[in-house]
């Protein structure tokens, strides 16, 4: 069963503006990742938080970290129509992955 | 890192026969992970592929719908028996970063249309 729920399922924003997406978890946790999926194909790894950690940056992608709500997030600053993609939190359970519902994030140029 | 070619990259197949996925990886991995992705939806880990062993399959999932192969530590099959149009689904092979890295690698995954 998946381990969390994210929000929103759909997202279509203005190429330049932000994308914000959220993910929410149930149990204790390591680390929480962030993965895109181009057009049903394979999934890529974007970015790795640690349960210790509260926010981490890469290029123009911001996670955030909130254990203690046990939530997530990831903006994409600055979009490009090449953001345009499913994007999957995942939250690593006894060695093995479990994702988030997914958000479709469509960037219109 | 790691570089995972997996194939078919899609089929069409009738209802009642088998299809066989493969999954070829660059480095040797313990484990190799097989997900089912079904249409709109998140990814649903199938079972998880150990060498030397058998597969662990999880809950909803069982042996005789989806035997997997492991024959050495950089190759594994999943095959999709007797299908039926609800086995209509992408089906992705994946491992993890060794190490104690987590992150995963998927291969390109195979897109099933059962007819």
């Known amino acids: 069963s998946q381990q969390g729920e994210e929000d929103p399922q759909a997202l279509s924003i203005q190429e330049g503006e932000n994308a914000t997406m959220n993910c929410s978890y149930k149990?204790?946790?390591?680390?929480l990742q962030w993965y895109r999926q181009n057009s049903g194909r394979g999934l890529v790894h974007l970015i790795l938080?640690?349960?210790?950690?509260r926010e981490k940056h890469s290029g123009r992608l911001r996670v955030t970290l909130d254990t203690s709500k046990k939530s997530s997030s990831l903006l994409i600053t600055a979009s490009r129509a090449a953001d345009t993609a499913s994007y999957f939190c995942?939250?690593?359970?006894?060695?093995?992955?479990?994702f988030g519902a997914g958000t479709i994030l469509r960037v219109k140029s | 890192s790691a570089v995972i070619s997996q194939k078919p990259s899609r089929d069409i197949c009738q209802r009642g026969t088998s299809l066989t996925i493969q999954c070829q990886v660059d480095?040797?991995?313990?484990?190799m992970f097989w997900y089912r992705q079904q249409p709109g939806q998140s990814l649903t880990l199938i079972a998880t592929?150990?060498?030397?062993?058998?597969?662990?399959?999880e809950s909803g999932f069982v042996i005789d719908k989806f035997p997997i192969s492991r024959p050495n530590l950089t190759f594994s099959t999943l095959t999709v028996s007797n299908m039926s149009p609800e086995d209509s689904s992408i089906y992705l092979c994946?491992?993890?970063?060794?190490?104690?890295?987590?992150?995963?690698?998927f291969g390109q995954g195979t897109r099933l249309t059962v007819v």
């Open positions: 994946s491992v993890m970063g060794g190490g104690g890295n987590t992150e995963a690698f």
């Open positions: 149990t204790s946790i390591n680390n």
């Open positions: 938080i640690r349960s210790n950690e």
């Open positions: 995942a939250t690593d359970v006894g060695n093995k992955l479990v």
């Open positions: 480095s040797q991995v313990t484990m």
């Open positions: 592929a150990n060498q030397g062993s058998e597969a662990t399959y």
